[in-house]
């Protein structure tokens, strides 16, 4: 597929697989949208002008029954997940799947089982900070020694609101899913515990809110990940790294300093479209550039079943307010480079 344009099924046209959809017509190489797969008439719709020469279908098997897809980015909701997975592998197809991989262990054991009846992996998992400039940058940083050995991570993961469906274990389903991924591949290991607390809550708020996630990695690194879905002020993700020999930090908001009226200040994120735009642009086109050589370029689906352990262990700890062991994940060799 070397000369042909990838042929893309782009399944959920919500606010992630319509900004998928623009992102893929209007930016991404070597692609385009052939398919949108949404049941409701109005965002199917409303995606459409996006990509009008895309098909559009209610359901994935109708879209796969049609032919002309080559590949499958997967925008739904976590639970829908595995119902678009199994026909796409059995398709033979490459898939880009939005975290989380699904939404239970499960749910994921099965999904891996059914990649590794393939030749090779074909699902490549949305964790898209690790395309993100400044995640990349200091996980170099990390990598080179240059500040002695890593020894501490501070995170926080604030929301200016979250819908009313949003429930108090999705701050780690949804959520802090997102440092589940990214402290491991910060720090070269797995984590080896995770405990949860709550303390005062914001009012805003319909359940404990803000949390504190202890996360205990393999290799003695500790990570504490501030957890803020009502935060109020604006998107914000922040990671700073204590090192034997210095501190690194990112994700700080960027742009103009603005002084006025009294203040001084600068604009802040509203909406993770926008915080991780460019990390969202690398991670399609690695993805792309991959899959029309029949490989992935990113997280694979083991990644994504060990970030479903961790989030399970992350839940039973929020639930029970007790330290939860994660028990070591050894890879199979199919996901072995």
């Not at 501070?154 to 949003?166: E, F, K, L, M, W």
């Not at 803000?210 to 957890?227: F, M, S, T």
């Not at 009226?261 to 399609?284: L, P, Q």
Request: hydrophobic residues 45%; contains cysteine.
């Amino acid at each position: 597929m070397t000369d042909e344009q990838l042929r893309v099924a782009v399944v959920g046209a919500g606010i992630m697989g319509t900004d998928h959809i623009e992102r893929l017509a209007t930016r991404t190489k070597g692609a385009m949208v052939a398919a949108i797969v949404e049941p409701d008439g109005s965002r199917a719709a409303a995606a459409s002008a996006l990509a009008p020469d895309a098909a559009v279908h209610a359901r994935i098997e109708e879209a796969l029954d049609a032919g002309g897809v080559d590949a499958v980015l997967i925008a739904t909701p976590g639970p829908f997940h595995k119902a678009v997975l199994l026909p796409a592998l059995e398709a033979g197809l490459a898939v880009l799947c939005e975290k989380p991989l699904a939404p239970t262990v499960e749910e994921a054991l099965e999904v891996l089982e059914a990649e590794q009846r393939l030749p090779a992996p074909r699902i490549q998992v949305g964790f898209m900070r690790r395309f993100d400039a400044e995640y990349a940058a200091l996980e170099s940083l990390v990598r080179s020694g240059d500040a002695g050995e890593l020894l501490l991570l501070h995170c926080a993961h604030r929301n200016p609101s979250v819908a009313d469906t949003y429930t108090e274990s999705m701050t780690i389903t949804d959520s802090v899913v997102h440092e589940l991924d990214v402290v491991p591949w910060l720090a070269g290991a797995g984590i080896g515990a995770i405990e949860v607390r709550a303390g005062r809550r914001n009012r805003a708020s319909r359940f404990a809110d803000p949390q504190l996630v202890l996360l205990e990695l393999e290799n003695g690194v500790l990570a504490d990940v501030e957890i803020s879905v009502n935060a109020g002020f604006g998107y914000q993700v922040t990671t700073e790294a204590v090192f034997e020999r210095g501190v690194a930090e990112i994700g700080r908001a960027a742009g103009p300093i603005r002084a006025q009226d009294g203040r001084v200040g600068v604009a802040e994120h509203r909406s993770y479209t926008t915080r991780f735009a460019a990390a969202y642009d690398t991670e399609v086109q690695r993805w792309v550039d991959a899959a029309r050589r029949g490989g992935i370029d990113g997280p694979s689906a083991w990644d994504g079943y060990r970030v479903a352990v961790a989030s399970a262990a992350g839940v039973e700890a929020q639930r029970t307010g007790r330290r939860v062991e994660v028990a070591p994940q050894q890879a199979p060799a199919f996901y072995r480079p």
